[in-house]
C-alpha cells in the first residue's frame, strides 16, 4: 500500500508478510494472518511460517485428548511466549476467506467441535500491536498487506524460507 492509500479501518482476515527489509528477528521473512484488527483496538495475529516441528502432544504437561495429540506446534509470534492458543484456519471459497476460530480455556476442558478439528494449528505465543501501531508499520512499507490465500493457509509445514 502506498502512503497515498488509506489503510482501512479493518484490516481482519487479512494476511501480512514481511517486507524483505523488515529485519526485526521476530518478524523477518513471515507471513501472519490477522485474527483481529481495528483502528480503535489494535491488532492480533499469528505467524504461520514459523513451525516448531513438533506436535503440541510431544510438549504438553499434563495428559491431552487424542484430538490435540498430532496438532501441529507453531511459532505464533513474540508476544505471551508463555502462553498457547489453538486455532483452526480453514479455507472458504466463497467469497474467498479464511475462517478462523480460536479456544481458550484450561486445555482440560476445551471442546473443539468436530467441523473446527481441519485446520487446527497450536501457536506459541502470537503478534501483537497497539493502537495505530500496525498502520505506522504499514505507512513505513515494513509489511504487505494481501487477500487471504489459501496455499498459505493450507500448507503445512510452511518455513520461514517460502516464496509467495
Same mark, same amino acid.
Given at each position: ?20 527489509? !523488515?529485519?526485526?528477528?521476530?518478524f523477518?521473512?513471515? /507471513?501472519? &494472518?490477522l +485474527?483481529?484488527?481495528?483502528?480503535? %483496538? ?23 485428548s ?22 483452526? !484456519? ?7 476467506? /479464511?475462517? &478462523?476460530? +480460536?479456544?481458550?480455556?484450561?486445555? %482440560? ?56
Amino acid at each position: 500500500m502506498s502512503s497515498e492509500t488509506p489503510i482501512p479501518e479493518n484490516l481482519t482476515g487479512t494476511m501480512l508478510v514481511a517486507h524483505p527489509r !523488515l529485519l526485526d528477528p521476530n518478524f523477518r521473512r513471515t /507471513i501472519l &494472518f490477522l +485474527s483481529h484488527h481495528s483502528a480503535e %483496538e489494535g491488532a492480533i495475529g499469528l505467524i504461520l511460517n514459523r513451525p516448531l516441528k513438533k506436535t503440541f502432544g510431544e510438549v504438553a504437561a499434563q495428559k491431552i485428548s487424542e484430538v490435540f495429540k498430532n496438532v501441529e506446534l507453531y511459532y505464533g509470534g513474540p508476544v505471551a511466549a508463555d502462553h498457547l492458543t489453538l486455532a483452526s !484456519l480453514q479455507w472458504r471459497t466463497n467469497p474467498a476467506s /479464511i475462517a &478462523f476460530q +480460536s479456544f481458550m480455556g484450561n486445555i %482440560e476442558d476445551v471442546y473443539i467441535e468436530p467441523q473446527w478439528r481441519s485446520g487446527l494449528r497450536a501457536f506459541v505465543g502470537y503478534a501483537g500491536w497497539s493502537r495505530g501501531q500496525l498502520e505506522g508499520e504499514i505507512g513505513q512499507k515494513a509489511w504487505l498487506v494481501l487477500p487471504p490465500a489459501r496455499e498459505l493457509v493450507e500448507m503445512k509445514g510452511l518455513t520461514a524460507g517460502h516464496q509467495i
